[in-house]
């Protein structure tokens, strides 16, 4: 309510001209090669059964489960493009959580070269109900790599745990 770019809300389907800096945040869209995932999202150490599209409020959400050893971390991440330094961003999205673990949404710089992450701000949802949530993260003056958005189980050992999110936006305040 503090300036003139009001996030996304839930129920808006398409991009269209919105600030959303999130690619297909809605999950709608399936990536050409592997319809389980969404298009414009990368899976890492997550597989095809544990990191998978699947129906929500007549569309698409992003559902994430643990593997059945509880093995790794289960993330889906994508980079982020038109990010400035210095700059406030507000994140909102819808989770929901069976109530095994919660799920985080977690905001990185990824530096390719080194590996290395610096974190910039996050927040668990731990709802079994889908819910709103928002919280903000600041771009620090440089960038040494990616600015990059993480989900993922907010623990990885127990295999029952799943999570799910759907309408992520990221935007500038
Ligand atoms: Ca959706």
Redesign the pocket.
């Known amino acids: 309510m503090t300036n003139a770019t009001a996030p996304e809300t839930g129920n808006t389907?398409g991009a269209g001209a919105s600030p959303n800096l999130v690619v297909n945040g809605?999950?709608?869209r399936r990536n050409y090669a592997d319809d389980t995932l969404p298009d414009g999202w990368s899976r890492d150490q997550s597989t095809r059964e544990t990191a998978l599209l699947v129906a929500?409020?007549a569309?698409?959400?992003l559902h994430i489960r643990n593997l059945p050893d509880g093995g790794a971390w289960q993330n889906v991440f994508q980079n982020l493009t038109g990010i400035h330094v210095s700059r406030r961003y507000a994140v909102s999205f819808d989770g929901w959580t069976n109530g095994v673990y919660a799920g985080r949404v977690r905001i990185v710089v990824f530096n390719p070269t080194t590996q290395e992450e610096q974190r910039l701000g996050g927040l668990p949802f731990a709802a079994n109900s889908w819910q709103r949530y928002q919280f903000t993260f600041e771009t620090p003056p440089t960038l040494n790599g990616d600015v990059r958005v993480y989900i993922t189980p907010d623990q990885y050992e127990n295999p029952a745990a799943a999570v799910e999110i759907?309408?992520l936006a990221i935007v500038p305040e």
Request: no cysteine; charged share 25%; hydrophobic share 35%.
């Open positions: 389907a809605g999950f709608e929500h409020d569309g698409l959400a759907d309408n």
